[in-house]
Nanobody, 119 residues
Framework: QVQLVESGGGLVQAGGSLRLSCAAS????????MGWYRQAPGKQRELVAT???????NYADSVKGRFTISRDNAKSTVNLQMNSVKPEDTAVYYC?????????????WGQGTQVTVSS
């Protein structure tokens, strides 16, 4: 069974920093892309940032220049460094990964971690 477990959420003041981490565990053969998504109350889940196994990154326009995604392939982890946070960054943040457990890749999600930015 494959699991994604996030950590690092919490309450932070506007302009501050926060670091989210996500670790994949279980019967994993390989991991393709990993990423972070977020969902604010009353809104749809949206992409924050993704990173391929080769290290290519993609960011939502709203976080470019403020957030940095990174991963450690040896440890099956992905991180999101959040700097200069704004109240509009408040949301539940979800880790996502394309993982091949046996034969096919499938998308897995973490349980989510709350990030609250106070003004």
């Amino acid at each position: 069974q494959v699991q994604l477990v996030e950590s690092g959420g919490g309450l932070v003041q506007a302009g501050g920093s926060l670091r989210l981490s996500c670790a994949a565990s279980g019967s994993i053969n390989s991991i393709n892309a990993m990423g972070w998504y977020r969902q604010a109350p009353g809104k749809q889940r949206e992409l924050v940032a993704t990173i391929t196994s080769g290290g290519s990154t993609n960011y939502a326009d709203s976080v470019k220049g403020r957030f940095t995604i990174s991963r450690d392939n040896a440890k099956s982890t992905v991180n999101l460094q959040m700097n200069s946070v704004k109240p509009e960054d408040t949301a539940v943040y979800y880790c996502n990964a394309d993982i091949r457990a046996k034969f096919l890749y499938a998308a897995y999600w973490g349980q989510g971690t709350q990030v609250t930015v106070s003004s």
